[in-house]
């Protein structure tokens, strides 16, 4: 496994590293979900991720739990809080009040002391971001959380939050946690620009596309086994399955056949090979699936291959 920085802090963290998004406490069994865990964590990955939301905190049990096994030390804990765990007009945003309180429950369910980063799971704009920042800044000074993050947020918001966040003499958040892939480089014109300016490192979802970077929607067949077969989700994934995206798709399988690799170990090395990018994550359901994708720390890609594949980006 590789290793960077999370932003310009010292936290550092496996270049690829392990979610719970619709996978672990629902869709994946215990059992295998303990065992993916496990085998990312062997493979040296030591930065896994979850939210209060993922299945109303199961799969931050599910998370915890197979972590259980190895010292709390040895690997980077995040969880995130801003939307809905209840019905009530104060179970959700980034109110002092709902960051406490989900922090504390997040704490409890993993049994665990602290979290090493807590992001803002969205921007919430009913609540002052100084208000936001000042509960963080507590919260790290409590040693709950040892990091602070922000995730999907624009490059205004985060710019506000920093020039916030000085004025006042409260913890920078170092981290940010958008969308990014060889479908989706939104983050390239002003997020990725305004990150670089103030340090903060991008851990990205969805570096494979909800799947469709695999390659197994050619032809917009949908297994049955698939994320893009499961009604509950799969309006994630219905803007990405798009006749001009399959092309794309086609034509990368040609790219990753003449380096002698998958599909998906190329998608993920394009992804790396954008230094502010500290991370990508993502979602294995079973062990095979993490060897695969840890293989994308070895994959260079050269010059020419890039432009190749910016070609068929366009």
């Not at 964590?41 to 209060?52: E, V």
């Not at 980077?76 to 980034?94: E, I, S, W």
Request: charge should be neutral; glycine fraction near 6%; proline fraction near 4%.
């Amino acid at each position: 496994m590789k290793y960077r920085r999370l932003g310009k802090s010292g936290l550092k963290v496996s270049e690829i590293s392990l979610g719970s998004w619709l996978t672990y406490g629902k869709s994946v069994e215990d059992n295998t979900a303990e065992k993916t865990i496990h085998k990312a964590y062997d493979l040296g990955i030591n930065f896994f991720d979850s939210a209060n939301v993922y299945e109303r905190g199961e799969g931050e049990k599910a998370m915890s739990s197979a972590l259980k096994a190895y010292p709390r030390e040895s690997y980077v804990l995040t969880t995130k809080a801003f939307f809905p765990m209840g019905d009530g007009p104060n179970d959700r945003g980034l109110s002092r009040k709902h960051i406490s309180e989900q922090l504390n429950a997040s704490l409890k369910r993993m049994n665990v002391d602290y979290v090493d980063v807590f992001y803002c799971h969205r921007h919430d704009p009913e609540t002052p971001v100084q208000e936001t920042l000042r509960v963080l800044d507590d919260m790290i000074r409590q040693g709950k959380i040892l990091y602070a993050g922000v995730s999907e947020w624009s490059a205004a918001q985060i710019e506000e939050a920093v020039r916030i966040a000085d004025k006042n003499l409260l913890d920078r958040i170092v981290v940010n946690q958008p969308q990014y892939n060889m479908l989706n480089r939104s983050i390239e014109k002003e997020i990725i620009p305004v990150s670089e300016k103030y340090g903060i490192g991008q851990v990205v979802f969805s570096p494979l596309a909800q799947g469709v970077l695999t390659g197994k929607y050619s032809g917009k067949d949908v297994p049955k086994d698939s994320r893009a077969a499961n009604k509950s989700i799969n309006n994630f994934i219905a803007n990405v399955l798009t006749d001009d995206n399959l092309v794309k798709v086609d034509k990368l399988k040609d790219v990753a056949e003449e380096l002698n690799t998958s599909l998906p170990t190329l998608a993920l090395a394009w992804v790396l090979r954008q230094p502010n990018v500290s991370s990508a994550l993502i979602g294995a359901s079973r062990p095979s699936q993490v060897e695969e994708n840890v293989k994308a720390i070895e994959l260079e890609l050269s010059t020419e291959i890039q432009e190749k594949i910016e070609g068929i980006l366009g």
